[in-house]
């Protein structure tokens, strides 16, 4: 591989399908930034072309022994669970065990959230906690975590944070005393610093 092909982008689409192959959740991403001879372009722009992708792919895998599969140039990892199928598409050129990493910490991830009821009804009863625990473990097309508890743990863990602004004085003399704060906390940095 050359070093212009290098790239943190991996993951063509995560999707969970139902036992009849109809959609749960799918997300099909394309890298933010064009690639020398189109190397990434979206495969399936239209949603009709998204269905017939998974209506194909579905009808490969449906109670097959298989976890890796390639099919229509992509490397296909999935796990079945109870009645939904957990999809992760990579590129034909993809490292499959990282991208079966991606999958099981998906699948564990939603296990914990979902406390052990991983069926087609609660994913759809908890489409946020899923949704969410898809973007915590790939954006964008880029792995950012395969850790399940780490996953679970960003899902469903409030901000650490007070997000209100209600008790924020926003007055000359509010400002004021930010200024005196900053400059104070900056005055006994830089003292550290030397």
């Not at 979206?42 to 949603?47: A, G, H, L, S």
């Not at 699948?107 to 994913?123: A, G, P, Q």
């Amino acid at each position: 591989m050359s070093q212009a092909n290098v790239t943190l982008f991996t993951v063509d689409a995560v999707l969970i399908l139902d036992n009849d192959s109809h959609r749960i959740l799918t997300k099909y991403y394309q890298p933010p930034h064009p690639y020398p001879n189109n190397q990434f372009a979206n495969q399936y722009p239209t949603i009709k072309e998204q269905r017939a992708f998974e209506k194909g792919l579905f009808d490969k895998t449906h109670k097959q022994g298989t976890d890796i599969i390639l099919f229509d140039n992509h490397v296909i990892v999935y796990k079945e669970v109870v009645d939904v199928i957990i999809y992760v598409v990579g590129g034909i050129n993809e490292n499959e065990t990282m991208l079966y990493q991606v999958v099981l910490a998906l699948r564990d991830s939603l296990e914990i959230l979902l406390k052990h009821s991983l069926d087609k009804r609660t994913i759809i009863d908890n489409y946020d906690l899923v949704s969410l625990a898809v973007d915590e473990t790939v954006d964008d097309g880029i792995i950012l975590e395969t850790d399940p508890t780490i996953i679970s743990a960003r899902v469903s863990r409030p901000p650490a944070y007070d997000t209100s602004v209600k008790n924020l004085d926003l007055s000359e003399q509010g400002l004021l005393n930010a200024y005196q704060l900053a400059k104070e906390r900056l005055a006994e940095r830089l003292k550290q610093a030397l």
